[in-house]
């Protein structure tokens, strides 16, 4: 029996933050589908019985439930020694990155692409909102790569992990192409998608995906 259960559903980059974490570091892990377009994490019995928070995803360590993406990759990096900070400088930097990447680039990316992609009539003004903010992130980011292989140090860390994960889908969904509009962050991608182990979102959290309108 794997150590680990994620409950997930597979248009969550958080999720897939967590499933290629783990992948990465050589772990198993249980996938638990969950209902998200059906709204279950919004009922009272699933927020009782998984995370109070009312959030995915939700990794099961042993007799822990754990919450929250950026502290499971900090736990996950120390726990195997992979993929987390050598120094005090790069500690503070990884940090740096990922509450930069919950406050701004995952924040905004995962509501814009979900907006787009998966409901039926999203309001165009607020997508072009979210457009305008996303385009200032995504600049920030393929400038300082720029300059760089990777966005802490010479290796990949989790700050990468957490940064490139919703980027990782289908440019369908969130109507970037990279290659084109992003190029410093598209060959990063490219770098980070030839780890030993790296697998695509779509194929490490399978089940039951949610109506894609684009």
Known sequence: MSRYRLH???ESGNSYKLALML???GQAFEPVWTD????VTRTPEWRARVNPMGEIPVLEDGPERLTQTAPILL???ERYGQLGGRNEEEKFEILRWLFWDNHKLTGY?????YS???TATPDAAVLAFMRRRLDDFLGILNGHLQERSFVVGDRPTIA???LMAYLSFPKSEA????????PALSAWLSRMAMLPGWQAPYDLLPGKRLHCYV
């Open 36 to 39: 998200f377009g059906g709204g």
């Open 116 to 118: 787009r992609a998966f």
């Open 8 to 10: 997930y559903f597979p």
């Open 175 to 182: 109507g970037y192409d990279f290659a084109v509009s992003h």
């Open 75 to 77: 736990r996950l990096a």
């Open 23 to 25: 992948t990465l570091c």
């Open 109 to 113: 990316m995962a509501s814009y692409r």
């Open 160 to 162: 990468d992990i957490s």
